[in-house]
């Protein structure tokens, strides 16, 4: 059987890296990251579901043929072992293990799990925080170094708002009310040590969870659709990711099924181990969505190379998120409701002055100056698809393909009256469009409507 070479999965890399910054340059957006317990494993050792129930178990003395006729008995579904470990957990609870839980869990009004779920927060902040000088803390200072729109994540612990202290945790349902375009969000979906009420950690909490979980899933869309996400730290199939992939099936389907802005980062021991290297990852649906969806996927032994590629893209200069968020946040409750309702005074004749120069608007929030190129080259590529009438930035990128046939040179190859690049990184650039390329575009776009 032949085996992936050196020489193959070195070319595998650059071509993905190129793909993936012209993902981000495309959209113009930062990236939205997934991460699973996979990333707490790396870099904790933090245990799977299995193994935390398996040690909470064993810290109320259910260990043994007592836990494992409980496994059995759920078939070993961690959701219902869960379950099943309430009762003995909250019983063990009121009496011997009393001393291990706060009085106020010892009222009529506190569900009966909190037991559970208290022993699992305990058990989990036991593995943290990161150690300083982790031998792979080159990953973590790159993971941070993406500086991600917002990130999602089932893990219960501290890990990721501990390598993104800038940004505003939601946790559980509390995503329900959440502005998503708002930067430096991290939804913690399935609960937090933070709050040991919010884990979902049974079997009832997990179907109250899915119960919501189509209404998650449209909050979620706005990042599926409109910025490139990347799953780290879960497998391929991972019902989690796939119940929320699954239900974007209906909106999607016009980009013939496939997610091009979605990778799934899958690691392996050994990746010169393996017969092929993964392209595409067939999403399951359900019944009556065609067809099916395809997201982009990379196998890798090593997350550095792909967490640099990302960095890369990167302000040098250090982002305070948490300002930036809440100027949005405010600027955003200003328009929505204060102004609306006559909450504030407000000087039209100024606001009208600063909308209509985005110089003297940028000063006002003590950002930067604008400089001219940017009004002359005013769109990203996906703004230029907007203009065209379609909801993707593909579309647009290949009528710019045949744009640069007509003209007989690559429009993004050098700043001109169609394009120029605008540096944004140490390396990379963003792509900007003027009105002239949305105007030959549309020409573009009437010729092949015509030739059809």
Known sequence: MKLVTQAEFEAYQARNCAAIQELLSGTGTRPVLFLGSGISRRYLGAPSWLELLTAIAGKAGI??????FLAQKAGNNPAAIGSLLVDPIHEWAWNTGKNH???????????????????ASDHLKSFGPLATGHPLMVETDLLKKIAPH???TTNFDTLVSDLFPGFETVIGEQIIPMSMSIMGELYQIHGSVADPSTLVLTQSDYERFMKKR???SSKMMTYFAEYPVFIFGYGLGDANVNAIISDLGEAMKDK??????VYYIEWTPDVLALNHLKEEHVVPVEPGIAPALRVRTIVTSDLDWVLRCLADMASPVAINTKILRHLAARVVDLVRTDVPKNKVEIDYSKIEKLSEDAKELAMVFGISNVSNPNVDYPY???QVAQK??????????????????KLGFDIKSSDNAYHMAFKSGLKQATHKYSEKLIDLLKELQQEQSTAE
Do not use: C, M
């Open 150 to 152: 917002a990130i999602i």
């Open 256 to 261: 013939g099924g496939l997610l091009d802005n």
């Open 101 to 119: 839980f706060p009085a106020e869990y010892f009222t009529a009004s506190v569900e009966k799990s909190i037991f559970l779920k208290h022993l």
């Open 380 to 382: 990203l590529l996906t």
């Open 388 to 405: 065209l009438g379609y909801s993707y930035w593909a579309h647009a990128q290949k009528l710019l393909l045949a744009a640069n046939k």
């Open 63 to 68: 260990s043994g043929d007592q836990y494992n």
């Open 214 to 216: 189509r209404y998650i």
